[in-house]
């Protein structure tokens, strides 16, 4: 059963961060107020405990918790702040803008633009419509993360 827990532990954990990265500019606006290890705990640790508790022990998730957060929280901690630092501070990070728009073959970058081709690379690779792999998933994972990085980079060049 121990192994078991820490196996759900790590898949819940690396599912998280799939849904931190494809809408990363979004949490920032909500959680900005803290700091990278505080958002940690908030957004990554309370979502897999609270989980975990309709299925296993409190000894049992304890134990397995904190196996797999001493082997995932600082490279967690360092997609946080990274993807952060880039919304603080898009016009510090051309290259991820330009790398965004050669993603979505975007010229002229205005919003209109970008939700255009956003719908359509959508619309082209979602699993309800290609079917449900792991392959069309990490596709939107993709495609979201670009859109976060052109609407994070539109946002704070209007403000």
């Known amino acids: ?3 078991f827990c820490k196996k759900v532990i790590e898949h819940m954990y690396d599912t998280r961060l799939e849904d931190f990265i494809s809408s990363f500019y979004e949490l920032y606006g909500r959680y900005k107020h803290l700091n990278e290890d505080d958002f940690f705990r908030e957004w990554f640790d309370r979502f897999v405990v609270r989980s975990l508790m309709k299925y ?3 000894v049992i998730i304890s134990e397995n918790l904190e196996e797999v957060r001493h082997i995932k929280r600082k490279a967690y901690v360092t ?3 990274t993807y952060w630092s880039l919304c603080s501070y898009p016009r510090r990070y051309p290259g991820r803008v330009e790398e965004a728009k050669r993603f ?3 010229e002229e970058l ?3 633009t970008l939700k255009r081709a956003y719908r359509n690379m959508v619309r082209e690779n979602h699993p309800d419509r290609v079917g449900r792999s792991k392959k069309s ?3 939107m994972v993709k495609i979201n993360y670009y859109y976060q ?3 994070g980079y539109l946002e704070n ?3």
Do not use: E, T
């Open 1 to 3: 059963m121990k192994s």
């Open 56 to 58: 296993f022990s409190p």
């Open 79 to 81: 997609y946080v702040r």
């Open 104 to 106: 979505f073959n975007i």
């Open 110 to 112: 205005n919003m209109k």
């Open 137 to 139: 998933h990490l596709n």
């Open 149 to 151: 990085i052109l609407k």
């Open 157 to 159: 060049v209007a403000a």
